[in-house]
């Protein structure tokens, strides 16, 4: 981000609610995109507030809403009101991947939580293999249940 003009700074501030105190989230007032995300001056009201009171965002990075990921009664979606947002203090860059982990919304959250497999087995560093597929994600599976159909297989090709 480029230097901020007076005009423009205030035109911010006066969208953003900070009556909750310094810890609270401050709710973006103006306008929002499709996704539920503060918008102003053509970005993202978060990455604006973000690149305002820390440091420019690397290519390839998102913003994460710490504030979120914290918060188990949040529906998530596009109603959810963390993605209004702007306190510099709840904000965090990381990769997309990371931040697709980091939301208890999602599938590769709900299924990087699990410790067991569908059959039982622990999934440890032995008993895990990654499977590649395609666009270079990985597919985690049980070594376990792997050497079980293996067995199946060469009895029935046996046979």
């Given amino acids: 981000m480029t230097e901020v ?14 009556t909750g ?3 609270a989230c401050w709710i973006w007032r103006g306008p929002t995109d499709t996704g539920g995300y503060g918008a102003f001056a ?10 305002l009171m ?8 998102v913003i994460d809403h710490r504030c979120h990921n914290g918060d188990t009664t949040c529906p998530g979606g596009t109603t959810c009101r963390h993605r209004r947002c702007v306190n510099p203090a709840h904000l965090d860059v990381i990769t997309r991947g990371e931040n697709v982990l980091r ?10 939580a699990k410790t067991h497999c569908p059959n039982g087995h622990e999934y440890t560093a032995d008993n895990t293999y990654s499977r590649p597929r395609a666009g270079g994600i990985a597919r985690r599976e049980c070594r376990e249940c792997r050497r079980i159909r293996s067995r199946a297989g060469w009895r029935t090709s046996a046979a």
């Fill in 5 to 18: 003009h007076p005009l423009r700074l205030r035109a911010f501030i006066a969208q953003v609610d900070t």
């Fill in 21 to 23: 105190g310094i810890d």
């Fill in 42 to 51: 053509g970005t993202g009201a978060h990455r604006y507030a973000y690149e």
């Fill in 54 to 61: 820390n440091r420019p965002i690397p290519d390839g990075m």
């Fill in 103 to 112: 939301s208890q919304h999602t599938m590769p959250h709900q299924n990087a």
